[in-house]
Structure formats: C-alpha cells, structure tokens
C-alpha cells in the first residue's frame, strides 16, 4: 500500500453549497473524512444534515450543488424506513441487482449475520420493524460499500432494539471497514459508534470531535459523560434536566 493510498481520504468537500429556493442550508463545506472512519453527523432538525447526506449519495440535483465533493465508487444508503420492496421476498431484495455468481449464497451468510437467516423466504410485510432495518442494513452491507450512508437508520426503532442495532452495526463496520457517515439526533448513539463526530450549525460544520475511547463504550465513563454534556449543550438541550 503506498502512503498516498493510506493517507487519502475517503470523503472530500471543497467549499459545498446547497440552497433552496435561495434560501442556504448547506454553506461552504470543506471537510476531508479518512477510509474506514465512522463520522456521526449530529445538528439541529433543519440543520442540512439529510441535504448534505443526499448529495454525497448522488440522490439530489448535481446542478443545484456548488463547489467540488468525491466520494468513493461503490457507496451504500441506509434510510430510517427499511425500503423493502413488499413484493420480493427478504432474500430476493438483497440479491435485487447484485451481479455476482454467489448472490444467493452471500445473501444467506449476510441475513445469518444480521440474525434473519430463517427470514430468507418471507415476505418484507410480515418482518417486524427492527427486523427489517436489520434485512436492510444486509442489503446495504451484502454490496460491500466503501462508504455507508446512513441517514438515522435506527430513528424508528424501541430503545431496546436501538441498542441491539447500535452492537450489530458496529460489529459488521468493524469486519469490513467501510467508511461510515450516521445522521443522528442521538447523542448517545453518536458517541458508541463514532470515531469522530461532527456538528452541522448555520450550514458549516461548527464542531469537529475525535472520539478516542476505546470499544465496547460506556456512557459512565468520564469522557464520554463531558462530551454527551457537551453536545446536547449545542444542540440546545438544557442539560441540567437530562
Ligand atoms: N427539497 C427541498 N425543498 C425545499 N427545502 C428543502 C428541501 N429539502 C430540504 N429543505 C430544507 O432544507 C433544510 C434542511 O433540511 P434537512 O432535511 O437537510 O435537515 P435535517 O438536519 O436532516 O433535519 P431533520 O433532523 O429534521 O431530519 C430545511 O429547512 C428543509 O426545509
């Protein structure tokens, strides 16, 4: 490996801009995110985090998008509803356009990772909430993204099934190493997955934090404790009261 590959980054933006209706959501983003890094994007409801996720996946009007990004070639979407399309049945949505000869069989070891190997063959309507965000992270994994987007995958979800998807997402990240960018409003889940959490404030990233804690994280510990208090503060939680 050279050290132009080791040290180039996954995820660039140089000066983005996006605006709607002249009205600027996301203002001058400049930001380079490392291969295999898992980034949280954290902001405000309206911050512009969904719009700058959206045009790094290519799903919004190149024209309206100023300045220069690069994301890599093969680049997964995760949305918070499932996306199963009712009439294929689970295994069947996660082979649906993938070319490769072991499609079937990939898609069984992928639905036995994600704990559905005996849901290959229902249908998506008989799948309970959690487990279909399960069958469409598989979806989303069986194509071996180098970059993960994921737009508040688990927003939907109980807490307790939240939690049991924050072990598994983190988990299978941790076999292949894509790159991941969460969009979040969960502080917490920010801060058990991410190595580095960003805040999107009037269209720019107005904080950028490493997390160095090592896995698996405990929201006791002091470090964790500070930064969790540190932002909810920005997003504007009265802290004294959580
Ligand atoms: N297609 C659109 N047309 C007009 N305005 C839009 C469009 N998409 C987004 N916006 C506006 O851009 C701003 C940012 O929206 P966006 O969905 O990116 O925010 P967000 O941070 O993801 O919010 P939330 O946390 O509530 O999901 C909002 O004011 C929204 O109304």
């Keep these: 490996m050279s050290v132009h590959q080791i040290f180039s980054p996954a995820v660039t933006l140089r000066d983005v801009s996006r605006a709607f209706a002249g ?12 291969k295999g890094q ?19 996946a290519g799903l919004d009007d190149d024209a309206e ?4 990004f690069t994301v890599p070639d093969h680049v997964s979407v995760l949305f918070q509803d499932a996306r199963l399309l009712p009439w294929l049945r689970v295994i069947d949505n996660l082979t649906l356009g993938l070319r490769r000869s072991d499609a079937r069989e990939a898609a069984q ?10 849901k290959a063959d229902v249908w998506p309507g008989t799948l309970s909430g959690g ?12 194509r ?12 939907a979800l109980d807490a307790l099934t939240r939690l049991k998807m924050h072990a598994l997402l983190f988990r299978l990240v941790e076999l292949r190493k894509p790159t991941v960018i969460l969009v979040t409003h969960d502080v917490d889940e920010a801060l058990l997955l991410a190595d580095r959490i960003l805040m999107l404030k009037d269209g720019r990233i107005a904080e950028d ?12 510990h002091p470090e964790f404790e500070a930064l969790r ?13 959580v």
């Design 131 to 142: 487990q279909k965000q399960r069958a469409a992270l598989a979806r989303s994994l069986l």
């Design 38 to 56: 898992f980034v949280a994007l954290l902001g405000e409801s309206g911050s512009g985090k969904t719009t700058l996720l959206r045009a790094l």
């Design 209 to 220: 934090h490493r997390v160095d804690l090592s896995h698996p994280r405990r929201t006791s």
């Design 109 to 118: 070891e992928m639905l036995a990772a994600v704990g559905l190997d005996d």
């Design 144 to 155: 071996a993204p180098d970059l993960l987007l994921a737009d508040e995958p688990f927003g």
């Design 65 to 68: 998008i100023q300045g220069h």
């Design 229 to 241: 208090l540190r932002l909810l503060r920005s997003l504007g939680v009265e802290t004294d009261i």
């Design 23 to 34: 009205r600027t959501v996301l203002d001058r983003i400049s930001l380079d995110i490392r």
